[in-house]
């Protein structure tokens, strides 16, 4: 069976600070990897894609997967309280449109 | 901006009633999406996968009969929950891939409140 697993929380860091989110997947056959930022009471909002080794940054965000530790992470520089959300992690395989989701961490940033 | 839109937001109905919540693709084509539920500080749950043209696939545990799932078109599929009970109270959600990268683009989602 398919799994993905986030730390469930909460995690807190104070404003300005680095936020590492981080995720492990079970599933090898896994080719592309997403994070997704949910607020409460809404819908997840993707915020990262990655699909080969290595880092990949966008703005404030770095995604960083490991294939053969089957490892990937978000790291959230100068994090501002409008980052408190619960970051969801997902895999999904090849030729397939189903994404497996971990069950979340819930991120609190401290003014 | 929103590229999978949902209606209603929010439906409040008496116990037995039938609800239907619409997932829209926004310019563009969706041959599947996706149906979540998600309960109060938990997870995302799959309920379904919508097909077009086909029957949708449902997650192990999910009545089918109680959650009709219909894709009628390319950029529309509808989940209807029959005969509601507060239990089925939940926000669901639903989702549509979108591009090579396979990413997930979720519906603003559904807050149902069954009474």
């Known amino acids: 069976q398919k799994e993905v697993e986030q730390n469930s929380g909460p995690l807190s860091v104070p404003e300005g600070a680095i936020a590492s989110l981080n995720c492990t997947y079970s599933?090898?056959?896994?080719?592309?990897f997403f994070w997704y930022r949910q607020y409460s009471g809404k819908s997840p909002e993707l915020i990262m894609s990655?699909?080969?080794?290595g880092d990949k940054e966008d703005g404030r965000f770095t995604a960083q997967l490991n294939k053969a530790s089957q490892y990937v992470s978000l790291l959230i520089r100068d994090s501002q309280p409008s980052d408190s959300a619960t970051y969801l992690c997902a895999g999904g395989g090849a030729g397939s449109y189903q994404l497996t989701f971990g069950k979340g961490t819930k991120l609190s940033v401290i003014p | 901006g929103a590229v999978v839109s949902q209606h209603p937001s929010r439906v409040i109905c008496k116990s037995g009633t039938s609800v239907k919540i619409e997932c829209r693709s926004l310019d563009f084509q969706a041959t599947t999406m996706f149906w979540y539920r998600q309960f109060p500080k938990q997870s995302l749950m799959l309920m379904a996968t919508s097909n077009e043209g086909s029957k949708a696939t449902y997650e192990q545990g999910v009545e089918k009969d109680k959650f009709l799932i219909n894709h009628a078109s390319l950029t529309l599929s509808t989940l209807t929950v029959t005969s509601a009970h507060p239990e089925d109270s939940s926000f669901y959600i639903c989702?549509?891939?979108?591009?090579?990268?396979?990413?997930?683009?979720f519906g603003p989602g559904t807050r149902l409140t069954v009474l």
């Open positions: 599933d090898r056959g896994s080719q592309s």
């Open positions: 989702s549509a891939p979108l591009g090579i990268g396979y990413e997930q683009f």
């Open positions: 990655i699909y080969s080794n």
